[in-house]
């Protein structure tokens, strides 16, 4: 599923944050596990989960696609991609 943009600054740290209670609901479950890629160049850290919200932070130079993968617990595999635009 595609989310809304992520605007920065060159080097600025966000955090950004998915928040899937509407999915868990829907399915009857938990988020077991919640993996962040990003493309572009820059660095992610700080990830964490509190199901059912997954967060990072993610400091970019350059755009590029973050990408949040949610494992549920009942095998479901979940995406969400948010373009970054870097200013």
Known sequence: MRLKDV???SGETVKVSNQWAA???KRGTTVSTSAWTFDGTGTL???TLATPLATTLIAATAGGTLT???TLANGEVLIAER???VQ
């Open 7 to 9: 605007r920065t600054i």
């Open 23 to 25: 999915e868990t609901e």
């Open 45 to 47: 850290s700080s990830a």
């Open 68 to 70: 949040n993968t949610a």
């Open 83 to 85: 373009l970054v635009i």
